[in-house]
Structure formats: structure tokens, C-alpha cells
């Protein structure tokens, strides 16, 4: 097989730095998870023009569109404690969860295009409620290099190295309600 059959042969390539983990949390830590998201003063949040409204909490730290900086945000709630031990756990050693990011889509909800900001480092995302496809894209030449995460309740990623830094991810309108925590370690000032 010449070498350009064999590229199309393969599946694309997960992009480099990107892990994946089922079933990080059980049932019922995920329906506690899902009370406690649902049960917070979440405020719409508009990223793209054309995209419906997700709605988020911030704690820790909060980017501020406006003033175009990082604040500093409500403590991150004791509630939380417990999945950010398994957090750091899964992140290995010398990783410290300082920011998070509590998200709730509606069905036909999705997310555009984006990085996250380069104030923080590494993203680690916990899928609640529903599924997802959580893609990736990177240019490569005049096209897109792609690849699609399908992101199962009760899973976790991790972004990190290429995959956070080179390829920019989107989630495209969910069919069912999705919640979603973020988790982020920051760069260092
Ligand atoms: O809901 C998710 O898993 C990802 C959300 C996201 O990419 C972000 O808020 O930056
Ligand atoms: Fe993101």
C-alpha cells in the first residue's frame, strides 16, 4: 500500500496531548453533580454570533471579555472538592485545579470554534446528562485537519500540548441537555 492509501486507511489521528477517560464518575455522582450545576445563578454566555445561549458559572478565576483580563471569581465551591481530588489525580503529579467552569446546553446548544485562553494551561473537561461530539480541528495546508472526540456522560478529557495549544475544538448543538465542568490549571505569572 503506498503511503498515501495507508493515511486514508487509518482513522485520523487523536490529536497529540488529548486523553480520554470513561466513566470517571458514577451515576449518582452525576446526578449530584447535574442538582448542584442546575441549582447555581447560571448567566448566558454568547461566544459565537450565530450559536444559541450556553449558561455558566465561573469560580476561581473569570476571563473578562470587556476588560480583556483574568479576575478573580467567587472561591470555588466545597461541593466540588471531592471531583477536583480525581481531577488532580487523573492530571498526575503537580497538577492544581485553580479555575472552573460550570456549563449547562439546551438541546440545539453548542459551543463555536475557540481555544480557551492562553492564561490558563491545562483543560480538563467532565461530560454530564448527555453526549456529545467534541471536535477538533487544525489547519493543515488550505484544508482542516479534523478529528471527533465522542465525549460520553460520566467521561473526562484532558487537553494538554498540542491538543490544547495548535487545535481549536467546538461541541455542535447537543441533542439532549448536556452539563458540562471545566477544569483548568493556570500558566504561571
Ligand atoms: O462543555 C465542554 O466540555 C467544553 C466547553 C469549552 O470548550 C469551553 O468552555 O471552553
Ligand atoms: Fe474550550
Not at 464518575?25 to 448542584?36: F, T, W
Request: proline letters at 8%; charged letters at 25%; one cysteine or more.
Amino acid at each position: 500500500m503506498s503511503e498515501q492509501l495507508a493515511l486514508f486507511a487509518n482513522k485520523p489521528a487523536s490529536p497529540e496531548g488529548l486523553r480520554y477517560a470513561a466513566d470517571f464518575v458514577s451515576p449518582e455522582v452525576e446526578r449530584e453533580l447535574i442538582a448542584r450545576i442546575a441549582a447555581l445563578p447560571l448567566q448566558p454566555f454568547q461566544f459565537g454570533q450565530y450559536e444559541g445561549k450556553r449558561r455558566v458559572a465561573s469560580f476561581g478565576f473569570r476571563y473578562d471579555y470587556s476588560l480583556r483580563r483574568m479576575q478573580e471569581a467567587n472561591p470555588i465551591p466545597e461541593w466540588l472538592n471531592p471531583t477536583i481530588t480525581e481531577v488532580e489525580a487523573f492530571g498526575g503529579p503537580a497538577t492544581r485545579i485553580r479555575q472552573i467552569l460550570c456549563t449547562e446546553y439546551d438541546t440545539g446548544v453548542g459551543i463555536g470554534w475557540h481555544r480557551d485562553k492562553p492564561q490558563y494551561d491545562r483543560v480538563f473537561g467532565l461530560s454530564l446528562g448527555s453526549a456529545c461530539k467534541f471536535r477538533f480541528r487544525r489547519p493543515a495546508g488550505e484544508k482542516w485537519q479534523r478529528f471527533t472526540l465522542n465525549a460520553e456522560p460520566r467521561s473526562i478529557y484532558m487537553m494538554s500540548g498540542p491538543s490544547r495549544k495548535e487545535w481549536e475544538h467546538s461541541i455542535p448543538s447537543v441533542e439532549a441537555p448536556r452539563y458540562s465542568i471545566t477544569f483548568r490549571t493556570m500558566v504561571d505569572q
